[in-house]
């Protein structure tokens, strides 16, 4: 797998065109997208205009200087929004620029039959269409997104996984889907051509790193809705402050109306522009984040729905345990020495292909400390399914077998002794497979054939359940042990004997009950129940049925990955959610520093309100706004990294997100503003 | 804060909540239909009302049907309260001969009491004949109060239902809610109130030969009326329009310590109740004093500070009252949307007024209005949990509903429109031509009245701060329609959020799903309406009580 190398938060080259992208993206017909940072923009435009007029006529709203500062520093809040932005965005567009290169135009040979043998025609791959059928040759780059129709073909995919071992593509089964872009290193392919030019694999994958497609998601919308009310409620009270200040005066004789600068001020000072000028970037950087896992989301939105998953139904195999199965002990019949059994079993192994019978090799040469090898004359005998066993004869006459214990049972005509009978229960009640291994009619014991959970997958899942997430282990082991391995891996429930149709109907009795579910999934049986989860995750060494099923792409083809897109998901709720708290804490400091210096020359004893003690009325305002704007820049990074995801339950989350964005949020901005103004008063820049 | 004012405190509580605890399961077994005793009594007379309206109490509604029905039920009375004051003169049951009231005064009377605000361009036994007081006024006291509590009633179904169409049948939520719960309160303090000396007659004025006659004049006439059982509904249905001008201050409306115990405890005892008629629907008893908590949490720090600063003061109160009594009632009344006083808040110090005006002005949630306060609470609490939904990750849920951009739409439009209201209503004001003339004192303290008045009406409370006159045709009018706006354009909101909330699926809790019936969320809660309030305010009440209080004596 490739080890995705962490990017540095500000790359230097990103950041010099995300610096004049900021500038780009002031276009008020892309702005109006996000009505805070409009308002401030109109704000911006607005204290411009305020500017100039006290530039040519000397006596304007305010002095011009500090007209002229306010304005400077609004369209930097601006900018800076837009920097994060586009910050975001060039994170992602390497990406995109090295899967361009893949996607290049090749020469493809359409076949006019679905068979190797027939005529080609040079298509170029922009031309092909679904339907249309491919022949690939060694050496060749697969022009489009298929399934194979024949041949078998060793396959590098490394221009899209990042993985750099090839691997077989073959027809028919699990293994038979190509990416476009792919290239093939041995033998031929005939591909069947699935989606239409523009629409492949690759194209959405570029859209998607670049962000050309992402639409809002759901949570993304209703949290624009709050903000957006609470834009018109901070808009209505600069507004009406207008008047209420003008009466104030009338009624009091004296002083002057507030300021329409410090007004525009307030107004960009109290909207959430903290939040609004970094909810773009928070949601592109978590499909950056997803990106950088090697997870392809078609949306936005199932990244987000990953964050709300409460059921994870995970396979067995490859999952939560490695492949296969493994034998793990030798317990050998009474008065047989545990070395004759290992020695019987292993012999019975060596022709055995398949992973439990090497494993058995493996395990006996362990314990023997020696390697076994056949002896001349040997006679292999295989496995069949209707002698459910497997062995080796030899030429001194011993016959040994090892298989299932009802059919060594059935071979030994007299059934087994008591002995190795209570092993074999014994065996199976662990849920482990028994083999039982005998020579002739002598019954030298059992095999212990075990599935080895991963190491590390019981914490995991115990993080899963401490963030409120049960995991369901799906098996096509029998109950016990299905139920065995269950609690080997501290999984809450498990479903065993495992059909497709039992899969679909445990997810919809989920749903039914209220859950969100999440699954991986690879084969062409697992589309129906991707289709029906909340949230699907393909494998991408799949079958293309897979992967149109689900929402999510795994490059890595891990299904444990499952677990990282939940918390990438979580993670971009959590930061949009904390820096809107923080950003709406943020304005009692704010009003201290505005509200007085707004309102002082009317009523005098509102100074008592300063109590930052800040220099004067002009330097309190442009403090806050100094403040307001640098703020955006400081918590760029946050934005880009996401909160850290912990194992806890949601009270214990809040409470200590509570406190820190929300009380800090509160205070923070006090000795910030301060400080500010200590600069400026001291620098002389403010008056 | 004296010894006795403390003890009044404590005591008034306690009280409150022995008595909110009962109610609100009794009003829970209401609604679900379980009253049986009540329904043995009271049963007959119900099936007879649906009988005569044609009612089928079995059919239910989704919420455009149910607010349809109560917007023409609403509008309906608001007009028939219109033409009751503009022909009172022709009608019987006016003893005084009262003249036929003007126009922009009836509208602005019919919009208050139909929205169950009760605000009072007028002085009640000066300008309302006995019939329109009864006919209009007193049904629109139990109608709105009403009104409110079945709006909660269908928000309530759609937190329980799931894969629902419907909310429910206003006609019977309407019936129910008056016929086994104002009516039989309203009676019972009633009869108290009149066993401790307050009117009830249909008669005309009474005439007294006074021992001293002051030049010419050598007798007083003393109004008199159906004033007790006016009384009773004003203070239980969060109403406060009262029979006389000076309201709960007047001998004959509060005449006693006792009555104006029963009568301040009256204010909040259906509000309070609600919360836990909440939790005993929602089948979440936690969450029913979560929200209780958060209340009173709200309340507290206004009720100290009230008490605190009227300590000594005697302006404006009742010398048979005394300030402790009166600072709690200035309290509940505003915490209430109720709306009635028994001391003139003009008269308060600068912070002590500055406590009733803040209650409004968070919106009448803490406890708020019969029915409106909780579901005006609803609406924060959604907001809340939105914003701590997102700070654990997930997509956040209320009572197992996902609150999704349609909840925050309309909830964020139910806190908007009372902010906005108050904010427009001042601001008009302040460039009236109307006001200075209208203003009883110059500076930040005219400014407050001003103030007040609209916080008052844009969040459907009535109660005044004195000082103003509001009888002008720009109060009247403006006045008139922060209160329409603020009532219907939250109903309608809240109906909207509990059709779509019965239609989702509910989500079971886990270690994921926030609890919201915790201390953390009462926190949450009590932080969302406070940084709202707050901070909606902050500019205005700084030009305001604000001013006055750090300008010190003028």
Same mark, same amino acid.
């Given at each position: 797998m490739k080890a995705p190398t962490p990017r540095p938060l500000f790359d230097a080259p990103i950041a010099r065109r995300a610096a004049l992208e900021a500038l780009g993206k002031l276009d008020p017909r892309r702005m109006i997208k996000n009505p805070v940072m409009f308002v401030v923009e109109v704000g911006s435009a607005f204290t411009t205009l305020l500017f100039l007029h006290a530039v040519v006529t000397g006596d304007g709203d305010a002095n011009p200087a500090f007209v002229g500062a306010i304005s400077l520093w609004l369209w930097f809040t601006v900018l800076f929004a837009n920097f994060a932005e586009a910050m975001a965005e060039g994170r992602g567009k390497a990406q995109a620029d090295s899967l361009r290169r893949a996607r290049r135009e090749v020469p493809a040979r359409r076949l006019a039959e679905p068979h190797r043998g027939a005529a080609t025609t040079e298509t170029p791959s922009s031309k092909l269409d679904a339907g249309d059928h491919v022949l690939v040759a060694a050496g060749e780059v697969i022009p489009s997104d298929g399934e194979i129709v024949e041949g078998v073909a060793a396959v590098d995919e490394s221009a899209i996984t990042g993985e750099s071992a090839p691997v077989i593509r073959e027809s028919g089964g699990d293994r038979s889907a190509v990416t476009g872009g792919t290239r093939v290193l041995s033998d031929w392919l005939v591909v069947r051509i699935t989606t239409a030019p523009g629409r492949t694999f690759l194209d959405r994958m570029i859209a998607m790193v670049e962000g050309a497609v992402r639409k809002k998601t759901p949570n993304e919308i209703a949290l624009d809705i709050l903000l957006a009310g609470l834009t018109i409620i901070f808009l209505l009270v600069v507004v009406t402050l207008l008047p209420m200040s003008r009466f104030a005066v009338e009624q009091a004789g004296g002083g002057a109306p507030v300021a329409l600068t410090t007004l525009v001020a307030l107004l960009v000072c109290l909207i959430p522009t903290t939040i609004g000028g970094l909810l773009s970037a928070i949601g592109i950087a978590g499909m950056d984040r997803m990106i950088q896992a090697n997870v392809i989301a078609t949306s936005g939105r199932a990244v987000e729905a990953a964050g709300d998953v409460d059921t994870l139904l995970l396979d067995k195999t490859g999952t939560i345990t490695y492949g296969n199965r493994s034998a793990t002990g030798f317990l050998p019949a009474r008065g047989v020495a545990e070395a004759e059994l290992a020695e019987a079993a292993t012999l019975a192994s060596l022709? !055995? !292909?398949?992973p439990e019978g090497k494993s058995i090799v493996a395990l006996g040469t362990a314990v023997l400390g020696r390697a076994v090898v056949a002896p001349a004359g040997a006679v292999q005998v295989p496995f069949t399914a209707q002698t459910r066993m497997s062995g080796v004869d030899l030429t001194d006459g011993r016959a040994i077998r090892k298989g299932a214990s009802d059919a060594i049972a059935r071979r030994l005509g007299g059934g087994l002794p008591a002995d190795v009978r209570s092993q074999v229960d014994g065996v199976a009640k662990q849920g482990a497979t028994p083999l039982v291994v005998a020579s002739g009619d002598r019954v030298l014991g059992v095999v212990r054939l075990a599935d080895i959970v991963k190491a590390g997958i019981r914490e995991r899942f115990a993080e899963m359940r401490a963030l409120g997430i049960r995991t369901v282990m799906i098996t096509g082991d029998n109950p016990l042990t299905a139920a065995a391995i269950a609690v080997e891996a501290g999984v809450d429930d498990f479903l065993a004997e495992a059909t497709p149709e039992a899969k679909l109907a445990m997810i919809r009795d989920y749903q039914d009950r209220g859950h969100l579910v999440a699954m991986t999934g690879d084969g062409t049986n697992d589309a129906p129940a991707l289709a029906q989860a909340d949230v699907a995750v393909a494998m991408n060494s799949g079958t293309q049925a897979a992967k149109e099923a689900g929402n999510m792409v795994d490059l890595d083809s891990n299904p444990t990955k499952l677990l990282e897109v939940v918390t990438v998901g979580k993670q971009m709720l959590m930061t949009r959610g904390a820096l809107t708290t923080f950003s709406i804490a943020n304005d009692v400091s704010k009003y201290f520093a505005i509200i007085p210096a707004a309102l002082v020359s009317t009523y005098p004893q509102l100074a008592a309100l300063n109590v930052m003690r800040l220099h004067s009325p002009q330097s309190a305002v442009l403090s806050a706004v100094i403040f307001n704007a640098l703020i955006i820049i400081a918590l760029i990074p946050v934005a880009l990294r996401g909160l850290a995801v912990r194992a806890a339950p949601a009270a214990v989350t809040l409470r200590r997100n509570l406190l820190v964005y929300g009380l800090g949020g509160l205070l923070l901005p006090f000795p910030f503003i301060k400080a500010i103004d200590l600069a400026l008063s001291g620098l002389g820049l403010v008056s | 804060m004296s010894g006795a004012g403390l003890t009044q405190i404590v005591v008034y509580w306690l009280a409150l909540l022995l008595l909110a605890l009962p109610l609100g399961a009794y009003m829970a077994r209401v609604y679900e239909g379980r009253a049986t005793f009540a329904q043995r009594v009271l049963g007959p007379i119900e099936r007879a009302l649906y009988r005569m309206f044609g009612v089928r109490a079995g059919a239910e509604h989704g919420w455009r049907r149910y607010a349809v029905a109560l917007m023409l039920f609403n509008v309906l009375g608001l007009v028939l309260v219109f033409l009751l004051q503009r022909v009172q003169l022709w009608l019987p049951g006016n003893p005084n001969d009262l003249p036929n009231v003007p126009p922009q005064v009836a509208w602005n009377t019919a919009t208050s009491f139909a929205t169950n605000t009760n605000w009072q361009a007028y002085g009640g036994e000066t300008t309302m004949s006995h019939l329109t007081q009864a006919l209009a006024l007193g049904v629109q006291n139990f109608v709105s109060a009403a009104t409110g509590m079945a709006v909660l009633v269908a928000v309530v179904r759609g937190f329980t239902r799931r894969h629902a169409e419907h909310v429910g049948n206003f006609w019977v939520d309407l019936t129910r809610s008056t016929l086994y719960i104002l009516l039989p309160l309203s009676i019972l303090l009633a009869i108290l109130l009149v066993a401790r000396g307050v009117p009830m007659t249909t008669g005309g004025h009474a005439t007294a030969h006074l021992l001293q006659p002051a030049g010419h004049v050598d007798e007083q006439h003393l109004a008199l009326g159906p004033v007790a059982s006016q009384i009773a509904i004003k203070q239980l249905g969060t109403n =406060?329009? =009262?029979?006389? /001008? %000076? /309201?709960? %201050?007047h001998p004959f409306e509060n005449p006693t310590p006792l009555t104006n115990f029963f009568e301040c405890l009256a204010l909040l005892l259906i509000p309070a109740a609600l919360c836990f008629t909440f939790g005993a629907l929602v089948k979440n008893r936690r969450q029913g004093w979560g929200l209780f908590v958060a209340m009173f949490v709200l309340v507290l720090p206004f009720l100290i500070l009230a008490v605190h600063q009227e300590a000594g003061n005697m302006e404006g109160k009742e010398v048979r009252l005394g300030e402790s009594a009166s600072a709690l009632w200035a309290t509940a009344t505003t915490a209430a949307s109720n709306g009635s006083v028994n001391s003139m808040h003009d008269s308060y110090t600068p912070l002590g007024g500055l406590a009733p005006m803040v209650l409004m002005q968070l919106g009448e949630v803490a406890f708020g209005g019969v029915g409106s306060g909780l579901y005006g609470m609803l609406m924060f609490a959604i907001v809340a949990v939105f914003i701590s939904g997102l700070m654990v990750g997930r997509t956040p849920e209320l009572l197992g509903k996902k609150i999704e951009a349609f909840e925050m739409k309309m909830a964020t439009l139910a806190i908007l429109v009372p902010c906005l209201a108050t904010l427009a209503g001042t601001a008009l004001a302040c460039v009236a031509g109307e006001t200075p003339g209208a203003l009883a004192n110059p500076g930040p303290h005219g400014f407050s009245e001003v103030l007040y008045a609209f916080s008052s009406q844009a969040n459907n409370n009535g109660s005044a701060f004195a000082g103003l006159t509001a009888s002008g045709d720009f109060y009247t009018t403006a006045g008139g329609i922060c209160m329409w706006v603020a009532r219907y354009w939250i109903i309608i909101p809240v109906l909207a959020i509990a059709g779509s909330l019965a239609r989702k699926k509910t989500i079971p809790a886990s270690a994921g799903t926030l609890p919201t019936d915790g201390p953390l969320f009462v926190v949450l809660l009590v932080g969302t309406v406070l940084l709202v309030g707050a901070l909606t305010f902050v500019p205005a009440l700084a030009l305001g009580p604000i001013a006055e209080q750090l300008g010190g004596a003028p």
């Open positions: 022709a !055995d !292909d398949t | =406060g329009g =009262g029979f006389y /001008n %000076a /309201n709960s %201050a």
